[in-house]
Nanobody, 124 residues
Framework: QVQLVESGGGLVQAGGSLRLSCAASGRTFSNYAMGWFRQAPGKEREFVAA????????LYAGSTKGRFTISRDNAKNTVYLQMNNLKSEDTAVYYCATARSGSTWRVPTTYGNWGQGTQVTVSS
């Protein structure tokens, strides 16, 4: 099993930046990719970005591409989400998750392990 702990959320004004971290522990050797998702009240969980563990290949949602950057630190088993130029519609609980081979990067139900989430609130 993989345990994930997100951190770095908070309250920022529109146009500001936040950097989220996701520290992984446990059976990380089985991970194929890690992703970030977000969920606002009354909304479905939404794909944000993902990174393939082996080579760092990334995938972004259209709404975040150009503003958000996902990265990883292999030695620390940590994935980051740098969020710049934040907008009010970015307000949500952000979750990191791990996926094994065969997952569909944009689909949250194909991810096996999830963190508890960190709240990001963007005021306008």
């Amino acid at each position: 099993q993989v345990q994930l702990v997100e951190s770095g959320g908070g309250l920022v004004q529109a146009g500001g930046s936040l950097r989220l971290s996701c520290a992984a522990s446990g059976r990380t050797f089985s991970n194929y990719a890690m992703g970030w998702f977000r969920q606002a009240p009354g909304k479905e969980r939404e794909f944000v970005a993902a990174i393939r563990w082996s080579d760092g290949t990334t995938l972004y949602a259209g709404s975040t591409k150009g503003r958000f950057t996902i990265s990883r630190d292999n030695a620390k088993n940590t994935v980051y989400l740098q969020m710049n130029n934040l907008k009010s519609e970015d307000t949500a609980v952000y979750y990191c998750a791990t996926a094994r081979s065969g997952s569909t990067w944009r689909v949250p139900t194909t991810y096996g392990n999830w963190g508890q989430g960190t709240q990001v609130t963007v005021s306008s």
